[in-house]
């Protein structure tokens, strides 16, 4: 006779235990992801708050909120190739997004009120890729790391009097940037604005030989000084004014230039710039068709993240993109979530 099967023994709560154990692996890994255990750790939220120590401006970016939305496209002239597979760099003509803005949190600055003005730009290809980049027009950036530009935030907000003298004291580095917001003309238009990538990448030709790279977007248009009380009296919003004033009479021109590193340039401080003479490529122009609507363009829902980068660019020691990566997706998760606080108008506006 077959023996009956025995039922395996039953233990009631090991199942229990295990569900436990991995919610509590999960909650751990969650806690110590949000910087709960380290209080002092720099984490995306602590970076994207640091930003707005007054309020956060609800619905719009966490920096940079001000700005204005175009459509346009790069013309590639060949010689990139020589630097970057990227299909960007053929010659060619492809598609641009972008965004001319301030470097402020609020959304409703007087545009005479804010030193750095800045510019997104995604450019796409047929193979399916994006260059997403944001530059900024002043030649340095203030500070040597994410970590810095961290406690750089928290000194600005701090109503200790010498907290801006303690902070320089640090951090010497920042002299640099001073010096070129107190002397560097201002200009009444984006038109006529540098814009610098800043952050250092490598490009990767079709060779395999890598460059480690910086770019920028020098304007046409020729320069015109304006003092910043002159240009205080042409109202809040005239920098978008006169972009749409401008674009209407035809358009913009930009052309981008790569410089490449020489063997020991800092390659990883965004705060140094690199010695005159390094080589410079001319790879193509930027051309500015059509100002959009802000806030109901194509800009509104897309991060100007700079680590999208095509194959043929990779990023470099610098470790900024990584930072700013994370702190850029941390703001766009907000302000998308925040919708209601700035609703669309458009009558075919989305939710
Ligand atoms: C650790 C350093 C940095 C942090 C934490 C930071 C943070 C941010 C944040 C939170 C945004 C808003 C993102 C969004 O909601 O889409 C932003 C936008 C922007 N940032 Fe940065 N940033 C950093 C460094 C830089 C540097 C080095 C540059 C220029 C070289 C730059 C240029 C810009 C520009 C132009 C925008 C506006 C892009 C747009 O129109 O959407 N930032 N930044």
Redesign the pocket.
């Known amino acids: 006779m077959i023996p009956p099967r025995q039922s395996p023994p039953h233990f009631p709560f090991g199942s229990l235990i295990l569900i436990a154990v991995v919610i509590g692996v999960g909650a751990a890994a969650f806690a110590y992801t949000a910087g709960w255990f380290s209080p002092h750790r720099l984490t995306p939220d602590r ?2 708050d640091a ?1 707005s120590p007054g309020g956060e401006p609800l619905g719009h ?4 909120a001000k ?1 204005i939305c175009f459509t346009g496209h790069f013309e590639a002239n060949g010689a990139g190739s020589a630097l970057s597979s990227a299909q960007v760099f053929a010659r060619g003509q492809y598609p641009a997004l972008g ?1 001319f ?1 301030l470097a402020t949190a609020d959304p409703n600055a007087a545009d005479a009120t804010v030193r750095v003005r ?3 730009l995604s450019i796409s290809t047929p193979d399916g890729q994006e260059w997403r980049s ?3 027009d002043a030649p340095i ?1 203030p500070v040597s790391t ?1 970590q810095v ?1 961290y406690q750089l935030l928290l000194a600005s907000a701090s109503k200790a009097p010498d907290a801006m003298q303690t902070f320089a004291a640090a951090h010497p580095e920042i002299a640099a940037f001073g010096a070129w917001a107190k002397s560097a003309p201002w200009t009444g238009s984006y038109a006529e604005d540098r814009y ?4 250092s990448f490598v490009f990767t030709n079709g060779s395999d030989a890598a460059t480690t790279v910086r770019w920028s977007l020098l304007p046409a248009a020729q320069p015109v000084p304006v003092s910043p009380e002159d240009l205080a009296k042409r109202g809040r919003d005239f920098l978008e004014q006169e972009i749409v004033e401008r674009v209407r009479g035809g358009p913009l021109r930009w052309s981008m230039m790569i410089t490449v590193a020489n063997p020991g340039d800092p390659t990883a401080d ?1 705060s140094k710039a690199w010695p005159e003479g390094r080589r410079a490529v001319e790879v193509g122009t930027l051309v500015v068709q059509q100002i959009e609507d802000e806030r109901n363009g194509p ?1 509104r829902d897309i ?2 993240d700079p680590t999208v980068l095509p194959a043929g660019m990779r990023t470099s020691d610098d470790p ?1 993109p990584a ?2 990566s994370s ?2 997706a941390k ?2 998760d907000r ?1 998308t979530a925040e919708a209601s606080d700035y609703p669309r108008t458009a009558a075919d506006a989305k939710p």
């Open positions: 970076l994207v930003f970016r966490r920096n940079h700005g965004r803005n800045g510019m997104g944001a530059m900024i950036f994410p530009f610098n990538g800043l952050n965004p800009c991060n100007f900024f930072a700013r702190a850029y703001s766009y302000r």
